[in-house]
């Protein structure tokens, strides 16, 4: 009998297995004695001088139980018929100087880590949940990015500036949207504020707008299913699907545009910048064979916005299914990566996106890139020094690039191996699926329900990502989170 059905407590299992995933995949699981000793010490600092934005409808939407609130958005009426968008980012770099004990924790794991029974910050929580958090009715300083957004959905001014800040109303993406939607009470931090119903519906709004400007001119509109492992009495008993939804969209299309803003604010400094890209498809043409299984067409050499116009035909034909092609195409398009751009130069752009001035810069607390663009931005805006030569950004923008391919790879084990658990009493029992990767290294395969992913093991012979196929759970080992399947009949 294996550890893992030995082992009757779920959670405890997968915070052994994540543990040693991290250590695997060269994560620090644990903060070291300097940086914890370094973070003792801390207060919340509210910068003297920038402007005071504490009276404005700051409101933070995020998941139910988050406490590392990154940003914060409000609307307001701009010139010319816009609207203007304001996101307030956590200052996180006046407590976490460049290269002190705290910095260097998180530059080599340059991100938090996510998995089922626990997170790993990239800062310590008091720092990340409580001192740069910007929590609710706390006096905060943050960088202001500013977006002027016309009637047609594009931007048409902006700005970046230091302010101080207070969260008025701490939010939740399901209550929220399931208000905005007409399916659920307002919600009572709204109600508690006057004025914040209305703020939220022009914020729905101006969404929208960005969201339809978008995808018209390419932006991909992707829908993939993501679960959560839910637990009961310490054991695995489901896999809770997470949806999109208008709140969702929200603060997407807000961070979108405020990453834009970023880029291009750094550019018209002359600064450098640490930008996100996803290149052009290598394997468009197996995008253009499901199309063609779909009974749709596309052009042979590679278009975001054909690509967009049949992701919109497919989903009006089958949203059932549209969940799987959605998966089949992000799998196809490949990975993101990071990229300096440097004075005068022209980074490649972000293809899913359909943007080419794409950075990250509005996450802090939990993605080091965003930290080393704030620094950048202090740079620009406030007079600050510049933080990074361009060597070490080009050090910087590799590490974090493969670094983001080891946290995937940790989150990615323990929910298969939290997957594993829950399917151990089914073995011999047959799903439908879909390909999810086919390459020299193997065939993966994804359930339709539940959303579990695995390896197919034998007949996987002629298959390609995006084909669908019955598949007979063949074992599970929950330790190396291995799923495997056999193509049935």
Request: hydrophobic share 45%.
């Amino acid at each position: 009998m294996s550890r893992a059905a030995q082992f009757h407590d779920h959670r405890a299992l997968l915070r052994d297995i994540a543990r040693r995933a991290m250590i695997d995949h060269h994560l620090a699981p644990d903060f070291p004695p300097a940086a914890l000793q370094q973070v003792e010490h801390l207060t919340a600092a509210v910068p003297a001088g920038p402007r005071d934005l504490r009276d404005v409808l700051w409101c933070s939407i995020d998941n139910d139980d988050s406490m590392d609130l990154d940003q914060l958005s409000v609307s307001a009426p701009g010139g010319n018929g816009a609207t203007r968008i304001l996101v307030a980012v956590a200052d996180v770099d006046t407590l976490v100087a460049k290269d002190c004990a705290i910095d260097r924790h998180a530059r080599q794991n340059t991100a938090s880590v996510y998995t089922a029974a626990q997170i790993y910050p990239m800062l310590p929580e008091r720092l990340s949940t409580d001192l740069t958090s910007l929590a609710f009715d706390a006096d905060r300083g943050a960088l202001v990015v500013q977006a002027d957004v016309a009637p047609d959905g594009t931007v048409t001014d902006s700005d970046v500036y230091a302010a101080v800040v207070r969260n008025r109303a701490k939010l939740a993406y399901n209550s929220v949207a399931d208000w905005l939607d007409g399916h659920g009470p307002m919600p009572t931090a709204v109600a508690a504020v006057p004025g914040m119903d209305e703020q939220l519906r022009v914020q729905d709004r101006v969404a929208a707008l960005m969201n339809d400007w978008r995808h018209a001119h390419g932006a991909l509109d992707l829908e993939t299913i993501e679960a959560r492992a839910v637990f009961e009495d310490h054991a695995v008993r489901e896999l809770q699907v997470e949806r999109r939804n208008r709140a969702k969209a929200i603060i997407e299309n807000f961070m979108i545009a405020a990453n834009g803003v970023t880029a291009r604010y750094l550019a018209d400094r002359r600064l450098p910048s640490l930008r996100r890209v996803v290149r052009t498809p290598a394997r468009w043409d197996r995008i253009v064979d499901l199309a063609r299984q779909h009974g749709d067409a596309l052009p042979a050499a590679p278009d975001g916005l054909a690509l967009q116009q049949f992701l919109t035909r497919q989903k009006a034909r089958d949203p059932v299914r549209f969940p799987d092609l959605s998966l089949a195409v992000i799998k196809l398009l490949g990975p993101g990566e990071y990229v300096v751009e440097r004075p005068g130069e022209t980074a490649e752009g972000h293809f899913g996106l359909a943007v080419r001035d794409y950075t990250h810069s509005t996450a802090p607390n939990r993605r080091f890139p965003d930290l080393v663009t704030q620094r950048l931005l202090k740079a620009a805006a406030l007079a600050a020094p510049v933080a990074y030569g361009d060597d070490e950004l080009e050090v910087l923008a590799q590490h974090c690039t493969e670094m983001e391919d080891e946290v995937n790879k940790v989150e990615r084990l323990v929910r298969k191996a939290a997957a594993a658990l829950l399917l151990e009493s089914r073995i011999g029992d047959e799903f439908d699926s879909i390909v999810t990767g086919a390459s020299p290294k193997g065939t993966w395969v994804r359930l339709l329900d539940p959303p579990v992913e695995g390896r197919l093991e034998r007949g996987f012979e002629g298959l390609d990502v995006g084909d669908r196929v019955r598949v007979r759970l063949v074992s599970t080992d929950a330790e190396r989170g291995f799923i495997d399947f056999a193509r049935a009949g």
